[in-house]
């Protein structure tokens, strides 16, 4: 059986490892994005399909038997694109997900990146973790200092907002030089769930932690680890032969 592993993530690359070392014919999906990106165990492909339709020639085009949605937890389109193509096709599909970060009573949670932003005070000097396709909500808070710390160049950046261009994973000890070397007294996030680092030192040192939640994800199974996805596939296969 041929499969598709959406991609973008440490998990994806991590299954598409797995995957290779089982045997199977796995084909990632890259959206693009990342300039950089990092290597993966098994063949890809790059860039969007073209909406639902073009994902469905896609998987009909290639002979896609089974596909393993592995984008992050905050791709609030891929997803559901890959429910609407696959349920119209009669492809099973996966959702794999990190588990979100349980929040913490200290912790300030927020439905949207705009809320979060708003409820920051004037003055605050910032550390903002939430990713560079929204950057408008800081923009309009002139009275902040933001450090924004992404992958790629988000390009000109106004004088209150100071770019932080790294790739993860960091320690524990960066992210503490990271919050010291600013005075940084707020971090947002959003709840991606995974390593800590940035929150155990945003704790240690007393930063307060502002938490964008989960867009809802699309109906249909779910898993939460590489182990979990692997045992899906084995009995799709079985049940698919
Ligand atoms: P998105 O909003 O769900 O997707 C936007 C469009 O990008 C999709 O409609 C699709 O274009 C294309 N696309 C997304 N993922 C793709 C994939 N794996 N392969 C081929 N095309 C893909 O996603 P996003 O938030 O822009 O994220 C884009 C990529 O970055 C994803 O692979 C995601 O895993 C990764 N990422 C996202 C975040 C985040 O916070 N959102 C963080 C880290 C990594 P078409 O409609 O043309 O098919």
């Known amino acids: 059986m041929k499969l598709l592993l959406l991609g973008g993530t440490m998990e994806a690359?991590?299954?598409?490892?797995?995957?290779?070392?089982?045997d199977y014919d796995v084909t990632v999906s890259l959206a693009g994005l990342t300039r950089t990106p990092q290597e993966y165990k098994a063949p890809t492909r790059t860039g969007g399909f073209g909406g639902i339709e073009g994902l469905s020639n896609w998987l009909t085009g290639n002979g896609i038997g089974a596909v393993i949605d592995a984008t992050h937890p905050?791709?609030?389109?891929?997803?559901?694109?890959?429910?609407?193509?696959?349920?119209?096709?009669?492809?099973?599909r996966l959702r794999l997900c990190r588990p979100p970060w349980p929040l913490s009573a200290d912790w300030h949670a927020h439905e949207t990146l705009a809320s979060a932003v708003a409820a920051l005070p004037s003055g605050g000097r910032i550390l903002a973790t939430t990713g560079q396709d929204q950057l408008q909500p800081y923009m309009d808070r002139t009275d902040l200092a933001v450090w924004l710390r992404t992958i790629e160049d988000p390009g000109p950046l106004p004088g209150h907002i100071s770019l932080?261009?790294?790739?993860?994973?960091?320690?524990?000890?960066?992210?503490?030089d990271l919050l010291a070397n600013h005075g940084i007294t707020h971090l947002t996030t959003k709840n991606s769930g995974g390593d800590r680092s940035k929150l155990d030192a945003a704790e240690a040192v007393s930063v307060a932690i502002h938490v964008i939640a989960r867009p809802a994800p699309p109906?249909?199974?779910?898993?939460?680890?590489?182990?979990?996805?692997?045992?899906?596939?084995?009995?799709?296969v079985a049940s698919n032969p």
């Open 219 to 236: 109906p249909g199974p779910s898993a939460e680890s590489l182990e979990e996805a692997v045992a899906w596939l084995a009995q799709t």
């Open 13 to 22: 690359r991590h299954l598409a490892a797995r995957l290779v070392a089982l």
């Open 74 to 92: 905050f791709a609030d389109q891929m997803p559901w694109h890959a429910f609407q193509a696959t349920q119209a096709l009669d492809v099973p």
């Open 164 to 176: 932080v261009q790294a790739r993860p994973p960091f320690t524990i000890e960066e992210e503490r």
